[in-house]
């Protein structure tokens, strides 16, 4: 099983100020194909999940660019370039290489 | 528009049954490997169990072998998710995954 891990699990940031977090697999999650499933979800308080990015660093759909994700192998990073207040929530990474796992989880909220 | 659609959920005893569905609408499930995932109360996402396009494969978490079953009709553009011998610990919302799209999830609760 490909366990993720997330750094760190709370992070309070001020508005308009840029916010990383980061996330180790277990293992390459480079797939057979030569694609990473390696994604970023985001979680409103009381709201499903929802996709921001996919396969490292592309931005779904009605995504803002102020979020980016970057790395390979088995480091990956979200960015988001300035905090604003609808960006509190969980975010998640998710692999799907092999079946699907999720980090813990990273609490993101205003200072 | 995509649109994936949850229901089934409910209060059940211990031991008991439920089924899951998800109905899809603004394309074809035909195409891809599914998914269910949990999310208890205040805690993680947790993925559940899987299928591939025609049904022949399927793969589940631990906790849960031998007592879930997903299955799909590609026919009714839909994912179903069976639970038996239901447990306390097995309260969540679940939401089925399909792609780069979630659905809303349906809570079930498991509570004598």
């Known amino acids: 099983d490909i366990v993720m891990t997330q750094t760190p699990l709370s992070s309070p940031v001020t508005l308009g100020q840029p916010a990383s977090i980061s996330c180790r697999s277990s293992q390459s999650l480079v797939h057979s194909d030569g694609n990473t499933y390696l994604s970023w979800l985001q979680q409103r308080p009381g709201q499903p999940p929802r996709l921001l990015i996919y396969k490292i660093s592309n931005r779904f759909s009605g995504v803002s660019d102020r979020f980016s994700g970057s790395g390979a192998g088995t480091d990956f990073t979200l960015k988001i370039s300035r905090v604003e207040a609808e960006d509190v929530g969980v975010y998640y990474c998710?692999?799907?290489?092999?079946?699907?796992?999720f980090g813990q989880g990273t609490k993101l909220e205003i200072k | 528009e995509v649109q994936l659609v949850e229901s089934g959920g409910g209060l059940v005893q211990p031991g008991g049954s439920l089924r899951l569905s998800c109905v899809a609408s603004g394309f074809s499930l035909s195409n891809y490997w599914m998914n269910w995932v949990r999310q208890a109360p205040g805690k993680g996402l947790e993925w559940v169990a899987l299928?591939?396009?025609?049904?022949?494969?399927?793969f589940y978490v631990d906790s849960v072998k031998g007592r879930f079953t997903i299955s799909r009709d590609n026919g009714k553009n839909s994912l179903y998710l069976q639970m038996n011998s239901l447990r306390a610990e097995d309260s969540a919302v679940f939401y089925c995954?399909?792609?780069?799209?979630w659905g809303q999830g349906t809570l079930v609760t498991v509570s004598s």
């Open positions: 998710m692999q799907a290489t092999q079946l699907l796992s």
């Open positions: 299928i591939n396009q025609d049904g022949s494969k399927t």
């Open positions: 995954v399909i792609g780069n799209f």
